[in-house]
């Protein structure tokens, strides 16, 4: 049996924990909740911008991606941030967005750059999405409200400026070769035996132009007196090569 006193102690704690639950459970008004998410989605469009424009667009010229990548960013950062604030949780986001991925790019073969900028959008929306921008200001006061915190918002910043200068780096660095591959259909069936590499390797520098590093021999015909070789070359600067291992007309993507 509880007694009285024990009753009213655990009635009066009880009362307590409501209402630090209540004081703690503040509400971010409405001009704080656009503020908020114009800051993200602006932040979010220009950094993919930048890195879309500035860096993928100037060698690849792919007009396509172009589209899917700004797109992709956007809608992205704008179903996380709806659902982390929602008690479906962030994991139900990924995880719907992974499906969508695996249903469209399955059917067809993405080359490595385009996935690799793929996962940065991604991965810049999921930052931009979801860091904490506002914080609990007087919580064991009166008057509980949210404050935009402004060491947050300069981390989130620095954060942005991190990948695009690492991506700056990386794609405009003199000290990395960018190398490219080729798939050429070849009919000198006769040079692609080992111990006739080198003149293999002068004949087809000589028909295609490039300064071969290396090369594979893959599928043979004989009846065809042809063979599938694949050639590895470097890239001059500002060179790309988007569509080097395609073999049919149908394959080609018009830009």
Same mark, same amino acid.
């Given at each position: ?24 459970? $503040? ?8 503020? %908020? *998410? ?6 979010? +469009? /220009? ?45 139900l986001t990924l995880g719907l967005f992974a499906i969508f991925g ?34 609990? $200001? ?8 949210? %404050? *935009? ?6 981390? +989130? /910043?620095l954060s942005n400026l991190l990948i695009v200068c690492l991506i ?75 569509i080097g291992t395609l073999t049919r007309a149908k394959d080609f993507?018009?830009?």
């Open positions: 049996m509880i007694g009285p006193d024990e009753l009213g102690e655990f009635n009066l704690a009880d009362e307590d924990v409501i209402d630090v639950q209540a004081i703690t459970d $503040a509400m971010m008004i409405t001009s704080q909740s656009i503020s %908020e *998410l114009a800051i993200r989605f602006l932040l979010n +469009l /220009i950094v993919c911008w930048l890195i879309v424009q500035f860096f993928y667009y100037r060698k690849s010229r792919r007009r396509d991606y172009y589209f899917t990548f700004m797109v992709f960013s956007s809608a992205m950062l704008l179903l996380l941030y709806m659902m982390g604030n929602a008690a479906v949780g962030v994991g695996v249903i469209r790019y399955r059917t067809e073969t993405v080359p490595i750059r385009e996935m690799t900028y793929l996962f940065v959008i991604i991965a810049i929306a999921a930052v931009n999405g979801l860091a904490p921008l506002y914080h609990l $200001a007087d919580a064991a006061g009166a008057n509980p409200h949210y %404050e *935009l915190s402004l060491g947050s918002t300069c981390v +989130l /910043i700056w780096v990386l794609e405009g660095g003199r000290w990395l070769k960018h190398t490219a591959t080729k798939l050429i259909l070849y009919d000198r069936i006769d040079l692609i035996v080992p111990e006739k590499r080198s003149e293999l390797i002068a004949d087809i520098e000589k028909r295609v132009g490039v300064k071969v590093n290396s090369l594979e021999v893959g599928h043979v015909d004989f009846l065809r007196d042809a063979a599938y070789i694949k050639i590895y070359y470097t890239l001059g600067k500002g060179e790309a090569a988007t993507v018009e830009q």
